[in-house]
């Protein structure tokens, strides 16, 4: 099993990311079964983050497709590599739209995320996954774990 998170810039109209990320989800809960890819989608402003998992062959087909869509620009992967299981194996896939005061302001999250991974090279996809599942469920502390000043 394999795990890769990315972010990227949203590149079209705001008025219309009600209907993107529905048409996102519609087609990533049709394709991804097939592939045996799991995974969650977030939204925020004008930023997407995703988390996908699966195995790696398809992971990295996906993950051209996703490089070839015009919906996104920007696109930065975060963390690639193994896992022992998946752990998001119940979500075929789903998107979560954060409110503009939310816990990615000036990507600050994703600066610190990428920074703990660089530095220690021992951020696991466990881990990963336990700070996506904290941020649905507490985002309160989620944003104070990543935007405290370390």
Same mark, same amino acid.
């Given at each position: @099993?394999?795990?890769?998170?990315?972010? !990227?810039? *949203?590149?079209?109209?705001? /008025?219309?990311?009600?209907?993107?990320?529905? &048409?996102?989800? #519609?087609?990533?809960?049709?394709?991804?079964? #097939?592939?045996?890819?799991?995974?969650? $989608?977030?939204?925020?402003?004008?930023?997407?983050?995703?988390?996908?998992?699966?195995?790696?062959?398809?992971?990295?087909? $996906?993950?051209? %497709?996703?490089?070839? /869509?015009?919906?996104?620009?920007?696109?930065?992967?975060?963390?690639?590599?193994?896992?022992?299981?998946?752990?998001?194996? &119940?979500?075929? @896939?789903?998107?979560?739209? $954060?409110?503009?005061?939310?816990?990615? &302001?000036?990507? &600050?999250?994703?600066?610190?995320?990428? #920074?703990? *991974?660089?530095?220690?090279?021992? $951020?696991?996809?466990?881990?990963?996954?336990?700070?996506? #599942? @904290? %941020?649905?469920?507490?985002?309160?502390?989620? !944003?104070?774990?990543?935007?405290?000043?370390?």
């Amino acid at each position: @099993m394999h795990l890769i998170a990315y972010t !990227s810039r *949203y590149s079209g109209d705001m /008025d219309n990311i009600e209907g993107v990320l529905a &048409d996102i989800v #519609k087609t990533a809960k049709e394709a991804n079964p #097939k592939r045996g890819i799991t995974g969650v $989608l977030f939204f925020d402003r004008d930023r997407f983050v995703q988390v996908i998992e699966g195995e790696q062959s398809a992971l990295n087909e $996906l993950l051209e %497709l996703i490089k070839g /869509d015009p919906r996104h620009e920007e696109i930065e992967v975060i963390f690639d590599g193994a896992e022992d299981h998946q752990e998001f194996s &119940d979500w075929n @896939m789903d998107a979560f739209k $954060l409110d503009g005061a939310s816990q990615f &302001d000036d990507d &600050d999250v994703l600066k610190n995320f990428r #920074k703990i *991974y660089l530095a220690n090279f021992k $951020l696991s996809s466990e881990q990963i996954s336990r700070w996506i #599942k @904290m %941020l649905i469920n507490e985002p309160d502390r989620f !944003s104070r774990v990543f935007n405290s000043k370390s």
